[in-house]
């Protein structure tokens, strides 16, 4: 990608969908050159389907299979299909609980990318901010990143920094990264969708600060 190109994005998620609600609502209002062609979500009921039907964006449930922190092989290939098929250039993953292998790794390459709730490598894995709060950090923040094999391991996208207050209980310091999210993740797909980056080792180069 070399200009600004208007990114056909699938978004992945388990959750609620509060950083999905903020992409599409960016993309709808022209403020970030991509529009959400499809959501996926491998938990039936899950808030993020319901907020994206809300909107009209097509929304699919992938029943995930017997495994739990990972798709089985059917699931993962229904999931591939279904995006190859919405012609997405990006997959996000905006709380997505499971774990994605080679085969989809490789069905999209370097264009997977996913948001963490601290500042990477700090905290990896689950419920970042409590890790934060109960290792006494007076930083903490989010993280997009690509995906790779591991977890919150890929290649650094972009970080914002959240302040860790006194008086904060896991859930307010959460919810205050989360605020941060719906910021950051918008500007990250900016970002990708201007084609600067490029990835040497662990850095990835955005041409932020040309
Ligand atoms: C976010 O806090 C993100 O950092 C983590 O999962 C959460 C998803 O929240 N990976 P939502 O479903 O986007 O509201």
Redesign the pocket.
């Given at each position: 990608m070399s200009n600004t190109t208007r990114l056909r994005l699938g978004i992945l998620?388990?959750?609620?969908?509060?950083?999905?609600?903020?992409i599409a609502d960016a993309a709808a209002a022209g403020q970030i050159p991509a529009e959400v062609a499809l959501v996926l979500s491998d938990v039936a009921d899950?808030?993020?389907l319901a907020r994206a039907a809300k909107r009209g964006l097509p929304a699919q449930f992938i029943p995930p299979g017997k495994f739990r922190t990972k798709l089985d092989e059917e699931a993962e290939r229904a999931c591939i299909a279904a995006l190859q098929a919405a012609r997405v250039d990006l997959v996000v993953?905006?709380?997505?609980?499971r774990i994605l292998k080679g085969e989809f790794l490789r069905a999209f390459p370097q264009r997977v990318i996913?948001?963490?709730?601290s500042l990477l490598p700090s905290f990896p894995g689950l419920e970042?901010?409590r890790q934060a709060l109960d290792y006494g950090v007076k930083f903490t923040g989010?993280t997009v990143h690509f995906v790779d094999q591991g977890i919150d391991t890929g290649a650094i996208i972009a970080q914002q920094t959240v302040p860790v207050l006194d008086t904060d209980t896991p859930e307010s310091l959460?919810e205050r990264?989360?605020q941060a999210?719906r910021t950051l993740y918008p500007a990250a797909i900016t970002l990708l969708a201007g084609g600067k980056i490029s990835v040497r080792g662990r850095r990835a180069f955005t041409g932020a600060g040309d």
């Open positions: 998620g388990s959750g609620k969908g509060s950083n999905m609600t903020a899950a808030g993020i993953l905006a709380g997505f609980m996913n948001i963490h709730p970042a901010w989010c959460h990264i989360q999210e």
